[in-house]
């Protein structure tokens, strides 16, 4: 069997993202196609990879900045003019409103989508996938949100941060998560002593060693791709860590 893992439409930062593209990831089903975050690039490179649109399109938002929603309008657009489709969304329920606010700005219209969230920030996206989101710190001025992915068919999971200043922001839930089957964990990390992303190899360290049959991968990279992995490379040899590329 595969491992859970996202095939990556992007792994820059906001501002590392010429090369790099916005950070998102995507999986599939035989009739679905599961896509977290859909920043200012990820729509271009959502039709440059020919996916298939013709499946049931999920779209995850971690959080509002542009760099994880600037194109979200332009793909409910196209899916509803261009595929004569919905786009189903899914948020934590505090960002709900903001998010909504936003995509009626850019002029779509509530017809457009779907939207689906709930109180307590567990939902399934359908039968075989649910989603559970927690809060995380990353900015004063806005909500963020990490989500844990659950294959229910296969009892796996998967991990995503989204955009995390401190990883002691999610201790509780990696510790609940340490005897389930985690397959892949994707942790928002910087090489430039950003204040308001993880930056600490302690705090890294911490999470491969009680994951130590996880595929960890690195991601919204603020610094070159060669820099991350010359740094891995210092801290393992056995190459566990990598970068989500």
């Known amino acids: ?20 593209g916005n950070t998102s990831g995507y999986f599939e089903s035989e009739d679905s196609i599961y896509i977290i975050d859909c920043g200012s690039t990820v729509f271009n490179e959502i039709l440059r990879r ?4 013709s499946k049931t399109i999920n779209l995850i938002i971690t959080h509002t900045h542009t760099d ?15 595929l004569g489709n919905k786009l189903n969304i ?8 903001s998010l909504i606010t936003i995509l009626l ?14 109180h307590n920030n567990t939902l399934d996206i ?15 001025t806005l909500k963020a949100f990490a989500v844990v992915l659950e294959e229910t068919e296969n009892d796996r999971q998967l991990i995503y941060s989204g955009d995390i200043n401190n990883y002691d922001d999610l201790k509780e839930m990696f510790i609940s998560m340490i005897y389930k089957n985690v397959s892949s964990i994707y942790l928002d990390f910087s090489l430039n002593n950003s204040p308001v992303h993880e930056n600490s190899l302690e705090n890294l360290e911490q999470i491969v060693e009680l994951f130590e049959n996880s595929n960890i991968y690195l991601m919204h990279l603020d610094n070159t791709i060669e820099e991350y992995e010359w740094k891995l490379r210092k801290h393992y040899s056995d190459k566990k860590v990598k970068v989500a590329k």
């Open 1 to 20: 069997m595969e491992d859970f893992k996202l095939e990556m439409l992007g792994f820059g930062s906001a501002f590392n993202s010429v090369e790099y």
């Open 50 to 53: 020919k996916l298939d649109l």
């Open 68 to 82: 994880h929603i600037g194109s979200v309008g332009t793909f409910v657009e196209y899916s509803y003019f261009a």
């Open 90 to 97: 899914f948020c934590a329920k505090e960002i709900e409103s």
């Open 105 to 118: 700005a850019s002029g779509v219209t509530n017809e457009m989508f779907n939207i689906h969230s709930h």
């Open 126 to 140: 359908d039968e075989n996938i649910n989603i559970t989101f927690y809060e995380v710190n990353h900015v004063d």
